[in-house]
């Protein structure tokens, strides 16, 4: 398929995203195919490993037919934020669930409120939760748990309190502040030496190879 060696991704990997995303975005094989190309494009951007996004929406199937519209676009672009911070969309989603959870998010939220000295406000990322906004979503809960300096100062049962009320692990929570915003150039520049140094490698084999060296590393950051 020239599509899969266009994003480099295998063969069977593209049939299986083109086959979800006609049965669930409602495209035909031309505009899956399109539509590929541009959720490769769009990682590149970002500095995401083209991939890696391919290989975490074709095992996200329940997530994408629970949270997809507009023909996917939501999907895709909640799934490069997703990696840009060090979770799946698989994860995202999981927020999504949890705070649409809405008895026991409220009260989560209550709870590490008290614990924090400070008031959470989860409200609008329900919202966008249920509109189906996973990128704003994500956006609206990375506000409320503050900076990696404000997460630093935390205590371990503040912690634990904040990543129940937003319903991620806190190993998940330490990676969305430490890793947001810093990953894109590191991996960027780490790729390109590596394709330097192989001239067999195209530039999205090399993207991948980082991104999944860069996963398997958590929050660690890359030295150069």
């Keep these: 398929m020239d599509t899969a060696r266009a994003i480099g991704i295998g063969t069977d990997e593209a049939a299986t995203l083109t086959g979800m995303l006609m049965t669930m975005g409602g495209h035909s094989a031309d505009t899956a195919q399109n539509f590929l190309k541009q959720t490769a494009a769009l990682a590149k951007s970002a500095g995401v490993a083209p991939g890696i996004i391919m290989a975490d929406m074709a095992e996200s199937s329940e997530e994408i037919a629970s949270y997809s519209k507009d023909g996917g676009d939501n999907i895709a672009q909640a799934a490069v934020q997703a990696r840009q911070m060090g979770l799946a969309l698989s994860d995202v989603a999981g927020i999504a669930d949890g705070l649409l959870d809405f008895e026991t998010s409220l009260t989560a939220e ?17 919202e966008l939760a249920l509109a189906g906004d996973l990128e704003g979503m994500t ?25 129940d009320a937003i319903g991620v692990t806190v190993d998940q929570m330490a990676k969305m502040v430490k890793v947001s915003g810093k990953s894109n150039a590191q991996l960027l520049q780490i790729a390109a030496r590596r394709q330097n140094t192989n001239p067999n490698m195209s530039a999205d084999e090399a993207m991948n190879e980082v991104q999944r060296e860069y996963d398997s590393l958590g ?3 890359f030295s150069f």
């Design 139 to 163: 956006a609206e809960v990375v506000k409320n748990v503050g900076s990696e300096a404000e997460f630093n100062k935390l205590n371990v049962l503040q912690r634990n309190a904040l990543a």
């Design 110 to 126: 209550m709870e590490a409120s008290v614990m924090l000295g400070r008031q959470l406000n989860l409200q609008r990322a329900r």
């Design 219 to 221: 929050t660690l950051a």
